[in-house]
Nanobody, 133 residues
Framework: QVQLVESGGGSVESGESLRLSCLVS????????MGWFRQAPGKEREGVAFIDSDGSTSYADSVKGRFIISQDNATNTLYLQMNSLQPEDTAMYYC???????????????????????????WGQGTQVTVSS
């Protein structure tokens, strides 16, 4: 059974950093796409960073240069290093994964939009990030 569990959220001030973790269990696929999404109150869930099974990454323009997505295959953990946080980064953050061929092919293009949330079959429960000015 696949399970994704996020941690690392919290409340910080503008300009500070946080690192989110997503512990992935039960994932034995050799090819996959994983991503971090966020959802602010009253807004749609948006993808901010993606990584494929080759380790290639892509980022939404809103976080490019500030956020870094990475994975540690030894510990089955997905990370999101968030630097220079701003109040507009306040949201619930979710990790997601999918092993399908189509999602894997599209993975790095998702940072430009064009995804459906249903493209990702596995989701964590979310971790809250709040940035005050």
């Amino acid at each position: 059974q696949v399970q994704l569990v996020e941690s690392g959220g919290g409340s910080v001030e503008s300009g500070e950093s946080l690192r989110l973790s997503c512990l992935v269990s039960g994932y034995t696929y050799s090819r996959y796409c994983m991503g971090w999404f966020r959802q602010a109150p009253g807004k749609e869930r948006e993808g901010v960073a993606f990584i494929d099974s080759d380790g290639s990454t892509s980022y939404a323009d809103s976080v490019k240069g500030r956020f870094i997505i990475s994975q540690d295959n030894a510990t089955n953990t997905l990370y999101l290093q968030m630097n220079s946080l701003q109040p507009e980064d306040t949201a619930m953050y979710y990790c997601a994964a999918d092993p399908s061929h189509l999602t894997s092919l599209r993975c790095l293009r998702y940072s430009g939009g064009g995804y459906e949330l249903a493209d990702f079959g596995d989701w964590g429960q979310g971790t809250q990030v709040t940035v005050s000015s």
